[in-house]
């Protein structure tokens, strides 16, 4: 079975051989048997479609399920933060996202999308901080607590990225498709965070790039650029936003240099071995 999977649109399309099937969260989950006429209104205008290569009615059900609680999750933490709407609307929605937040997945991809960009001028970050203070609300209090800490490096990071030319990616389309990758896979939360590199962080950045990055065209160029912006003192930032330490700069550079000692070390292991075995033959 594939499938197309919308958590905005709550639906998943499956299809097995010449059989089109879809579940819907509004609809228990439960099959309904689909024709090709149908296919273009069943997800309405949302734009966060997956691709499922390989899965069964379990499996593809679960993962809507986890992209409907992560989509939900934004949407609460986006009206607590919004400073238009009503007190109550924003205290019952922080009050639900507290809830959310107590699934740990769900947890860290939310910090990996709100750590990619600094909060707007119009997000009341610390109306949200006061609702969620002493109403026991633990998990939306730590979140946005460590949200707001995190805006000067959160805009560095951005501002850096922004700072690597287009044709680095190989044009605009790349360019895209590599910040959702990097958002998708936490890079802008980690080097936010990881501006300061515990043991753990720098294992799970070097783990991140070395597994997931590669895929992407021109991965080490742009990381590379990435970390020079981030340590550059000629790179504009907005006044009062943080600039990596040049120690913190040059540590990026380091995990980036070793992975690509790394790549050319198997790549030579790897025409070594081949030589052997066509000398053998």
């Known amino acids: ?156 990071v951005a501002n850096a990225w922004q700072a690597i030319p287009t044709k680095t990616f190989g044009g605009s389309e790349a360019r895209v498709e590599f910040r959702h990758a990097a958002i998708r896979l936490g890079l802008f939360h980690i080097i936010a965070l990881g501006a300061t590199m515990t043991d753990h962080s720098t294992r799970v950045f070097e783990s991140i790039v070395a597994r997931h990055i590669p895929n992407l065209a021109h991965w080490d160029l742009v990381m590379q650029q990435w970390a020079l912006a981030l340590g550059r003192r000629d790179t504009p930032l907005p006044d009062g936003q943080a600039r990596l330490e040049d120690s913190e700069h040059e540590h990026i550079v380091e995990i980036l240099k070793r992975l690509r000692r790394r790549k050319k070390a198997k790549a030579k292991k790897d025409e070594v071995t081949l030589r052997h075995e066509e000398h053998t033959h």
């Open 1 to 156: 079975m594939k499938a197309l999977i919308s958590g905005r649109a709550g639906v998943a399309l499956i299809v097995d051989g010449q059989t089109l099937q879809s579940v819907d969260i509004k609809n228990s989950l439960r099959p309904v048997e689909r024709n090709l006429g149908e296919v273009p209104f069943l997800f309405g205008d949302a734009r966060d479609i997956q691709i499922v290569e390989s899965g069964n009615l379990e499996s593809i059900s679960e993962q809507l399920r986890e992209e409907s609680r992560f989509t939900v999750g934004l949407d609460l933490v986006l009206i607590g933060l919004d400073s238009e709407l009503a007190r109550d609307i924003r205290h019952d929605a922080l009050f639900e996202l507290d809830k959310v937040l107590r699934d740990q997945s769900i947890a860290e991809r939310l910090k990996n999308v709100l750590y990619a960009e600094p909060i707007p001028e119009g997000g009341d970050l610390r109306g949200a901080l006061a609702m969620t203070a002493g109403n026991l609300w633990k998990q939306a209090h730590e979140l946005l607590g460590s949200l707001r800490e995190a805006q000067p490096a959160i805009a560095a």
